[in-house]
């Protein structure tokens, strides 16, 4: 006899326990997402403004993808390939960097002795099937620009793409050549949306566009929907420079630690490109007035704070919740 499912699943735990232990944001613009198809993605995912949230299963793929990676450094080795998996960084400047799978010294069959950049990835079924017909220039372009630019960093002018179908264990390589052109494009392209301080347009204003329907940033882009978070990146007063830091004009240009970005302060303002509302600036400089829907409600200090309207922007203002502030000083918006 089976015995009933319990309500609280060994499955779900596990999940939960992986989505309690998520990674933050990453702080640079990575190489990785260098060739991604949408500029305003690229510029909303480095200012932490819309977040792509995984679940636990989501989770425990992706770890299952970075395990891979030592299994295939072991049989590279086992077949006299030499491979240091070192982790090797690459900084370009302006928050544009990223970590190398390996660096081939030489052992390579069809190049013994040519040295080759690394990267290594697992694919669905579908994925590798697609791979397999196409390329990895034509089936996975961000994977083909991340080579060159690693290629780029690292003065090495071959690569060594190594797939692996989760599916099946089948393994598909393909070595690629430098190509500098494509290198310094989207090297140049990531320093420069790094930089912006406004967000660039959309690929495309239909929410029906193929590569716009499954973006975490949908909703916030064809639904007028404003950002959720509240953190220095989406801050008004925050702004990116080109030595990589992150400077708060609210507070004489400090360089803002890195920890700190995560959380902000009190006199967050929010970055006017990620809301759809429309905006009165203040006199004093420090805060800011959002006309959301018939109310008129101001952002800074001392007044709405920043995590307050974007965790309900439809009650701040509202008779009850001038209210409770006015009886339980302190009071704030949570949901």
């Known amino acids: 006899m089976k015995l009933p499912e319990p309500m609280n699943t060994i499955s779900s735990l596990i999940d939960q326990f992986h989505e309690s232990k998520a990674e933050k944001p990453r702080g640079h613009m990575g190489c990785s997402l260098l060739g991604h198809h949408c500029d305003r993605w690229l510029w909303l995912n480095f200012r932490w403004a819309v977040r792509e949230e995984f679940e636990g299963r989501i989770l425990r793929l992706f770890r299952r993808g970075q395990n891979e990676e030592d299994i295939i450094i072991r049989d590279l080795r086992a077949i006299g390939i030499d491979i240091r998996s070192s982790q090797r960084r690459v900084v370009f400047g302006s928050h544009v960097s990223g970590s190398l799978d ?26 590798f099937e697609d791979l397999l017909k196409n ?14 630019v690693y ?50 347009p959309p690929i495309s204003t239909d929410p029906t566009w193929y590569q716009c329907r499954f973006c975490p940033a949908h909703s916030f882009c064809h639904k007028a929907e404003p950002t959720k978070h509240a953190n220095c990146r989406t801050c008004a007063h925050s702004t990116a420079k080109a030595d990589s830091t992150w400077r708060c004009e609210r507070h004489d240009g400090q360089i803002i630690p890195p ?72 009071a704030e918006v949570v949901g």
Not at 171 to 197: F, H, N, P
Not at 296 to 308: C, D, F, L, M, T
């Open 102 to 127: 390996g660096i081939i010294e030489k052992g390579v069959p069809e190049a013994p002795k040519k040295r080759h950049v690394a990267e290594f990835k697992t694919h669905s079924k579908k994925s």
């Open 259 to 330: 920890a700190f970005q995560h959380k902000g302060c009190d006199d967050h303002v929010i970055h006017p490109d990620l809301v759809p509302w429309d905006m009165i600036a203040s006199e004093d400089g420090h805060s800011v007035m959002w006309k959301i829907g018939d109310r008129v409600i101001e952002n800074g200090p001392n007044a709405y704070k920043s995590r307050e309207i974007v965790a309900n922007p439809a009650v701040c203002g509202s008779d009850i919740v001038e209210e409770a502030k006015r009886l339980f000083p302190g």
């Open 135 to 148: 390329g990895v220039e034509k089936s996975k372009f961000q994977h083909f620009v991340q080579m060159q």
């Open 151 to 200: 290629m780029h960093g690292t003065n090495i002018d071959r690569a060594l793409y190594l797939a692996v179908c989760k599916d099946d264990d089948r393994i598909y390589t393909e070595r690629v050549c430098y190509d500098r052109e494509i290198a310094e494009k989207y090297i140049k392209r990531g320093q420069e949306l790094a930089l912006a301080d406004r967000m660039p």
